[in-house]
């Protein structure tokens, strides 16, 4: 069984930063990929990023590309969401998943096996 508790989450300006993180239980980091969903109010949850289990390659949503950075410290079961030049269309609770590899996830949630229980972020204009 995995578990994964997000942190990170909160109130920031337009143009600021913020890292989230997820900590994962179990053999998480061992077993899936690991990548970084949101839901925009009053949408469904879609793909923000994911880093690939096997070969590390990152993949990102068009609309974060060169603002968020995914990583991963192994030894200490994280995964991180780096996010600058915060924009308020970023507002959104922001899920830490967990999936059989990153392609995978980025190509739809259905392919998402474990969620994390989300962190609010809200961007202030």
């Known amino acids: 069984q995995v578990q994964l508790v997000e942190s990170g989450g909160g109130l920031v300006q337009a143009g600021g930063s913020l890292r989230l993180s997820c900590v994962a239980s179990?053999?998480?980091?061992?077993?899936?990929?690991m990548g970084w969903f949101r839901r925009l109010p009053g949408k469904e949850r879609e793909f923000v990023a994911a880093k690939s289990r096997t070969t590390g390659i990152t993949y990102y949503a068009d609309s974060v590309k060169g603002r968020f950075t995914i990583s991963r410290d192994v030894a200490k079961s994280t995964l991180y969401l780096q996010m600058t030049n915060l924009k308020p269309d970023d507002t959104a609770i922001y899920y830490c998943?967990?999936?059989?590899?990153?392609?995978?996830?980025?190509?739809?949630?259905?392919?998402?096996?474990?969620w994390g229980q989300g962190t609010q972020l809200t961007v202030s204009s």
């Open positions: 179990g053999r998480a980091f061992s077993t899936y990929s």
């Open positions: 998943a967990a999936g059989p590899t990153a392609q995978a996830m980025r190509m739809s949630r259905n392919e998402v096996n474990y």
